[in-house]
T-cell receptor, first 113, second 110 residues
Framework: KQEVTQIPAALSVPEGENLVLNCSFT??????LQWFRQDPGKGLTSLLL?????REQTSGRLNASLDKSSGRSTLYIAASQPGDSATYLC????????????FGKGTHLIIQP | NAGVTQTPKFQVLKTGQSMTLQCAQD?????MSWYRQDPGMGLRLIHY???????DQGEVPNGYNVSRSTTEDFPLRLLSAAPSQTSVYFC?????????FGAGTRLSVL
């Protein structure tokens, strides 16, 4: 059974800093891994999807990496802004993409102006 | 572009009542799933479907029923609501890659 862990649970940094959020998973046969953003009281917004055959994906100031051998993924946020404040969730797909996702509990990020 | 639509947005039930949470998607995705989100527990998979007529249980299926008669719709039924089912419920659909989530249904069971 896939288990996903996110560290740290909460993070507060000044605006402009570069930061890294960590995600670890137990099943190296992961099909893909997805990073989401969730604002308070809202649904989930997909940020980046990394297929098992890929090592990283980039979108604007965001870069996500995947290392299946070590069971780790990282989300790098460059030049952080107050609007980046949210909870960031990582989730893994193990069953060929057909079954549901296994989620970590998230990292609550606050960017101080 | 509607995406994934969930109704209702909020609901209050009394213990023992039944109700159906609706989920519809307009992206012609084969895969749909239901999650619940609880403080300190994260999102947990309740049921999922890989196509019309095919459903399977996730991590926390007890107390919930699903069916998938069309590609577009995937309703979640609570047969006899319990306070432990107080949660935020999210429906998602995917083409086996990116998962798209609805805005959620906030359910309170008194």
């Amino acid at each position: 059974k896939q288990e996903v862990t996110q560290i740290p649970a909460a993070l507060s940094v000044p605006e402009g800093e570069n930061l890294v959020l960590n995600c670890s998973f137990t099943d190296s046969a992961i099909y893909n891994l997805q990073w989401f953003r969730q604002d308070p009281g809202k649904g989930l917004t997909s940020l980046l999807l990394i297929q098992s055959s890929q090592r990283e994906q980039t979108s604007g100031r965001l870069n996500a990496s995947l290392d299946k051998s070590s069971g780790r993924s990282t989300l790098y946020i460059a030049a952080s802004q107050p609007g980046d404040s949210a909870t960031y969730l990582c989730a893994g797909h193990s069953g060929g993409g057909a079954d549901g996702l296994t989620f970590g509990k998230g990292t609550h990020l606050i960017i101080q102006p | 572009n509607a995406g994934v639509t969930q109704t209702p947005k909020f609901q209050v039930l009394k213990t023992g009542q039944s109700m159906t949470l609706q989920c519809a998607q307009d992206m012609n995705h084969e895969y749909m799933s239901w999650y619940r989100q609880d403080p300190g527990m994260g999102l947990r998979l309740i049921h999922y479907s890989v196509g019309a007529g095919i459903t399977d249980q996730g991590e926390v299926p007890n107390g919930y029923n699903v069916s998938r008669s069309t590609t577009e719709d995937f309703p979640l039924r609570l047969l006899s609501a319990a306070p432990s089912q107080t949660s935020v419920y999210f429906c998602a659909s995917s083409d086996s890659n990116i998962q798209y989530f609805g805005a959620g249904t906030r359910l309170s069971v008194l």
